[in-house]
């Protein structure tokens, strides 16, 4: 596997996180979100540059933290106003970033990039705390709070509370003795909480204040801040993130980067009659990939100066050469991922009966190999049992790596041919796996919603270091799909000579 490449790709870095941190993740659509247990990722361009990369490598570290360290049973509690909510969130990023930060350091840098990537700018700010010193207390309070990471902020958040203090007289001083409570002692969802209720208590204490001395301009712009409802606010560190990642979504998603979901398919138990059939194929599969393998794995003896004495080698004693032991060569062993996939879309109704019952097949005779081990999965797939196909690109295990073979490969044909999507949904399957090789064989008519997707995913993959191959069914189109790497199946019989000339070279390489 081509680990540099696999580092820039977003899809397999997204599953990697996903999996380091204990969340899911999706990429498609066209917003980017998280529900407190999905983060979403909107569907990407097919060629992502390192900037959207790395913002969306920022963005799921970001919620990731929230997911793992938020309590949000405490913030549902709390019932923070909007203007409560927007400080709280100031201090409750910094927190939880900083939190996950401590576990997986390696993030910390994504956090650094990304603030300097948001926050640094042509002095923007300052221009606009000018306009309304009020409004920019939030905005000093958010740099304040992230100078603490990246202190190039620093000049700013100085600019800033100056146009602050000369409306409102030592307002950031007193904010500022709080702010290093929270630096030193904030330790929880609940801390910030607290700590955002000192806050918002010292602004209105600070009004009355104003009230009392007659201030009514600057008092009236403070109340007008403090009284705000979520629409007059400032948007916080997410939701700036979030439309900037929703901005590079291309126009229509289908033609972008999307990872298929997991869904449901039912199974049926293959016939006794189909049983039989894959059985006998299965039988002289078996004997031609065992010839091969067997002729790469067998051991020969090596003389050296270890092992058992070579009685045909004594005579090297004369010249005084110590090689005259005999040991056997290790066998190297197959370490091998290969993954089926079946295309169960309505083009293949006529298909899978054979489709069902060559995957069968040819999982019985790798699962015969040491060292391989066999995955299956169908697409497309429905939502959950009962329910109805989701808009989105879905697919379904049907027998899991390490899971012992059974006979429920039955499929129904029907939907659509999502096979972009789904291959970068065995990108992410395959990639935990422990063995060196990851082999993906796609059992289709070759003929994909979207042609461009499926190649770019083939390309992409091949780039990784997957091997993608094609098995038609009963149709030439798989050529153009994987040229060089495919062959046409018509009926059971073929499988054997076709699946011979397809992996031989691969898994005796």
Same mark, same amino acid.
């Given at each position: 596997?081509n680990?540099?490449?696999?580092?820039?790709?977003?899809?397999? @870095?997204?599953?990697?996180?996903?999996?380091?941190?204990?969340?899911? @993740?999706?990429?498609?659509?066209?917003?980017?979100?998280?529900?407190?247990?999905?983060?979403?990722?909107?569907?990407?361009?097919?060629?992502?540059?390192? $900037?959207? $990369?790395?913002?969306?490598?920022?963005?799921?570290?970001?919620?990731?933290?929230?997911?793992?360290?938020?309590? *949000?049973?405490?913030?549902?509690?709390?019932?923070?106003?909007?203007?409560?909510?927007?400080?709280?969130?100031?201090l409750?990023?910094?927190?939880?970033?900083?939190?996950?930060?401590?576990?997986?350091?390696?993030?910390?840098?994504? *956090?650094?990039?990304?603030?300097?990537?948001? *926050?640094?700018?042509?002095?923007?700010?300052?221009? +606009?705390?000018?306009?309304?010193?009020?409004?920019? @207390?939030l905005?000093?309070?958010?740099?304040?709070?992230?100078?603490?990471?990246v202190?190039?902020?620093?000049?700013?958040?100085?600019?800033?509370?100056s146009?602050?203090?000369?409306?409102?007289?030592?307002?950031?001083?007193?904010?500022?003795?709080?702010?290093?409570?929270?630096r030193?002692?904030?330790?929880? $969802?609940?801390?910030?909480?607290?700590?955002?209720?000192?806050?918002?208590?010292?602004?209105?204490?600070?009004?009355?204040?104003?009230?009392?001395? !007659?201030?009514?301009?600057?008092?009236?712009?403070?109340?007008?801040?403090?009284?705000?409802?979520?629409?007059?606010?400032?948007?916080?560190? !997410?939701?700036?993130?979030?439309?900037?990642?929703?901005?590079?979504?291309?126009?229509?998603?289908?033609?972008?980067?999307?990872?298929?979901?997991?869904?449901?398919?039912?199974?049926?138990?293959?016939?006794e009659?189909?049983?039989?059939?894959?059985?006998?194929?299965?039988? +002289?599969?078996?004997?031609?990939?065992?010839?091969?393998?067997?002729?790469k794995?067998?051991?020969?003896?090596?003389?050296?100066?270890? %092992?058992?004495?070579?009685?045909?080698?004594?005579?090297?004693?004369?010249? %005084?050469?110590?090689?005259?032991?005999?040991?056997?060569?290790?066998?190297?062993?197959?370490?091998?991922?290969?993954?089926?996939?079946?295309?169960?879309?309505?083009?293949?109704?006529?298909?899978?009966?054979?489709?069902?019952?060559?995957?069968?097949?040819?999982?019985?005779?790798?699962?015969?190999?040491?060292?391989?081990n066999? !995955?299956?999965?169908?697409?497309?797939a429905?939502?959950?049992? %009962?329910?109805?196909?989701?808009?989105?690109?879905?697919v379904?295990?049907?027998?899991?790596? !390490?899971?012992?073979?059974?006979?429920?490969?039955?499929?129904? +044909?029907?939907?659509?041919?999502?096979?972009?999507?789904?291959?970068?949904? $065995?990108?992410?399957?395959?990639?935990?796996?422990?063995?060196?090789?990851?082999?993906?064989?796609?059992?289709t008519?070759g003929?994909?919603?979207?042609?461009?997707?499926?190649?770019?995913?083939?390309?992409?993959?091949?780039?990784?270091?997957?091997?993608?191959y094609?098995?038609?069914?009963?149709?030439?189109?798989?050529?153009?799909?994987?040229?060089?790497?495919?062959?046409?199946?018509?009926?059971?019989?073929?499988l054997?000579?076709?699946?011979?000339?397809?992996?031989q070279?691969?898994?005796?390489?």
């Amino acid at each position: 596997m081509n680990k540099k490449l696999l580092m820039k790709s977003l899809p397999l @870095v997204a599953s990697v996180l996903g999996r380091k941190y204990g969340v899911q @993740v999706r990429i498609g659509g066209d917003k980017a979100f998280t529900d407190g247990k999905v983060i979403q990722l909107p569907a990407m361009p097919l060629d992502c540059d390192e $900037t959207l $990369t790395r913002m969306a490598r920022s963005y799921l570290d970001h919620e990731a933290a929230h997911i793992r360290e938020t309590n *949000f049973e405490w913030l549902k509690l709390a019932k923070l106003t909007p203007f409560e909510m927007h400080i709280w969130n100031s201090l409750e990023d910094w927190r939880v970033e900083n939190k996950l930060a401590e576990l997986f350091p390696g993030c910390r840098q994504n *956090f650094h990039w990304l603030i300097r990537h948001l *926050f640094i700018n042509d002095g923007s700010n300052a221009q +606009a705390a000018k306009i309304d010193p009020a409004t920019s @207390v939030l905005n000093w309070l958010l740099l304040t709070v992230r100078s603490w990471d990246v202190e190039e902020l620093g000049t700013e958040c100085t600019q800033i509370a100056s146009i602050i203090d000369a409306q409102y007289p030592d307002l950031t001083a007193r904010l500022n003795g709080i702010l290093q409570k929270v630096r030193s002692k904030c330790d929880s $969802t609940q801390d910030c909480i607290l700590y955002t209720r000192e806050i918002v208590d010292l602004l209105k204490a600070y009004l009355k204040q104003l009230e009392s001395n !007659g201030q009514s301009t600057p008092a009236k712009k403070l109340k007008k801040l403090l009284d705000s409802n979520s629409g007059n606010l400032p948007k916080d560190f !997410g939701e700036v993130l979030e439309e900037q990642l929703a901005s590079h979504a291309p126009d229509d998603a289908e033609e972008g980067l999307r990872v298929a979901k997991d869904g449901y398919k039912k199974l049926t138990v293959l016939d006794e009659t189909e049983l039989e059939l894959t059985r006998r194929a299965s039988t +002289a599969l078996k004997s031609r990939l065992h010839g091969i393998i067997q002729a790469k794995t067998i051991k020969h003896d090596r003389i050296g100066r270890r %092992g058992l004495l070579s009685t045909a080698h004594l005579y090297r004693i004369a010249v %005084g050469n110590p090689r005259m032991f005999r040991s056997r060569l290790e066998s190297r062993s197959i370490s091998t991922a290969v993954h089926i996939l079946i295309d169960c879309s309505g083009s293949m109704r006529r298909r899978i009966g054979l489709a069902s019952q060559i995957s069968h097949t040819v999982v019985s005779a790798l699962n015969s190999i040491n060292g391989v081990n066999v !995955g299956v999965s169908a697409f497309p797939a429905i939502r959950t049992q %009962g329910g109805e196909n989701y808009d989105d690109p879905t697919v379904a295990p049907i027998l899991n790596h !390490g899971q012992k073979l059974h006979t429920r490969f039955g499929v129904a +044909a029907s939907g659509s041919t999502p096979l972009g999507e789904v291959l970068w949904w $065995t990108f992410q399957q395959m990639m935990p796996l422990p063995e060196n090789r990851k082999i993906i064989l796609c059992i289709t008519d070759g003929v994909p919603d979207n042609p461009a997707n499926a190649h770019q995913a083939i390309k992409d993959g091949s780039a990784y270091g997957f091997e993608i191959y094609g098995l038609g069914i009963k149709s030439e189109a798989v050529f153009n799909l994987f040229p060089g790497k495919s062959r046409v199946i018509t009926e059971l019989p073929d499988l054997a000579p076709a699946m011979f000339d397809l992996l031989q070279e691969s898994l005796t390489k």
